[in-house]
């Protein structure tokens, strides 16, 4: 088989485990950075470039997306999907996956378990939905923060109602 692995790095420990895997089975298999690739958008005849030469003839890509490309490597994986190559992720989970607020929606709505969220666009609701968050210590999340950054733990109500305030008045900045 023909495969591409799309990565930011491919000195990464688990790109390479990856590369490792396929040639050990005899695949011809190279590791492209998805930032690097141009898409060429026409009707029927899309086409996929990396250093100005078409991508063709792939018969599977492994996509390796970073939190910081998770928009540009969804693009680059739709468009290997509309030419008919097996990716083993497709685009659209990958982009419910990263959206916080969505993934807990869909995980929420299929019986999955998740832990109480509350969602709050208004500072007025807050003090009332806090309530609703109880026992506390809780835990407060930004939607956009990655890997635990934008995660605090509040202790009480007025501690939540403070952390939360302080996330407000930055978002208005």
């Known amino acids: 088989m023909n495969i591409i692995i799309l990565?930011?790095?491919?000195a990464l420990y688990s790109t390479q485990s990856l590369v490792e895997a396929a040639r050990r089975r005899?695949?011809?298999v190279r590791v492209i950075d998805h930032m690097m690739c141009d898409l060429v958008i026409e009707s029927g005849k899309s086409k996929i470039l990396f250093n100005n030469q078409q991508i063709q003839n792939i018969d599977a890509v492994i996509p390796r997306i970073g939190s910081t490309a998770t928009t540009y490597g969804a693009a680059v994986i739709r468009q290997f999907e509309s030419q008919g190559v097996f990716s083993t992720l497709h685009a659209e989970p990958l982009l419910k996956a990263r959206?916080?607020?969505s993934c807990l929606q869909i995980l929420g709505s299929h019986g999955i378990g998740v832990p109480k969220t509350i969602y709050v666009s208004n500072q007025y609701t807050m003090p009332f939905l806090l309530e609703e968050m109880e026992p506390y210590p809780i835990i407060i999340k930004l939607v956009s923060g990655t890997q635990g950054m934008g995660v605090i733990l509040a202790e009480n109500k007025s501690n939540a109602e403070s952390i939360l305030e302080a996330f407000m008045l930055q978002e208005k900045k």
């Open 26 to 28: 005899n695949h011809y």
């Open 99 to 101: 959206d916080k607020l």
């Open 7 to 10: 990565s930011r790095n491919a």
